[in-house]
T-cell receptor, first 118, second 111 residues
């Protein structure tokens, strides 16, 4: 497809379980971003990949959260020992180039994964 | 840390009115500012992107301006339509390579 895709669209899990959320960026986009959005709030930055490496992971809330992008395309956000407070919509975005290089730094967002931790 | 504020939080207007949404940010060291639209339960749709060296961008009935020195951006919507009803978010890319969102303005256009 032409846009950013995310799977699953919805994920319900129990407290303490492990989850993986997948993001397929737009083909050819070198930068990829993960955000978390709670109800009534703007998205909150989690991590930014440039190629295969995490250029900035300072938004990850704690060490239960981890993300990879092994081949510089698809990315997986991994959450261990989920807690009820992790419930949110997880958004992924990609851009053609890095944040500091306009105009290729325009971000395009996927539809999100709604995570519910019971 | 960059803080992004959007005013008003909610706005209701009759169809056909022109309207302005406001976004302010605390740190003027930015690469760009981007306006998005979010429909309920959906992802974000990019509306306009303004690089730090630019003053405004236009797309159809939308016009966004940027005054970096004062930390402000406005999104002007002309001749509003019911289909414009959504939440509008602005976000800035700081030179620290992070992307900060405001909390959004919820717009309702009444037919």
């Amino acid at each position: 497809g032409a846009g950013v895709s995310q799977t699953p669209s919805n994920k319900v899990t129990e407290k303490g379980k492990y989850v993986e959320l997948r993001c397929d960026p737009i083909s050819g986009h070198t930068a990829l971003y993960w955000y978390r959005q709670s109800l009534g709030q703007g998205p909150e930055f989690l991590i930014y990949f440039q190629g295969t490496g995490a250029a900035d992971d300072s938004g990850l809330p704690n060490d239960r959260f981890f993300a990879v992008r092994p081949e510089g395309s698809v990315s997986t956000l991994k959450i261990q020992r989920t807690e009820r407070g992790d419930s949110a919509v997880y958004l992924c975005a990609s851009s053609l180039g890095p944040l500091n290089r306009g105009p290729s730094n325009e971000q395009f967002f996927g539809p999100g994964t709604r995570l519910t931790v019971l | 840390k960059q803080e992004v504020t959007q005013i008003p939080a909610a706005l209701s207007v009759p169809e056909g009115e022109n309207l302005v949404l406001n976004c302010s940010f605390t740190d003027s060291a930015i690469y760009n500012l981007q306006w998005f639209r979010q429909d309920p339960g959906k992802g974000l749709t990019s509306l306009l992107l303004i690089q730090s060296s630019q003053r405004e961008q236009t797309s159809g009935r939308l016009n966004a301006s940027l005054d970096k020195s004062s930390g402000r951006s406005t999104l002007y919507i002309a001749a509003s339509q019911p289909g414009d009803s959504a939440t509008y978010l602005c976000a800035v890319t700081s030179t620290g390579n992070q992307f900060y969102f405001g909390t959004g303005t919820s717009l309702t256009v009444i037919p």
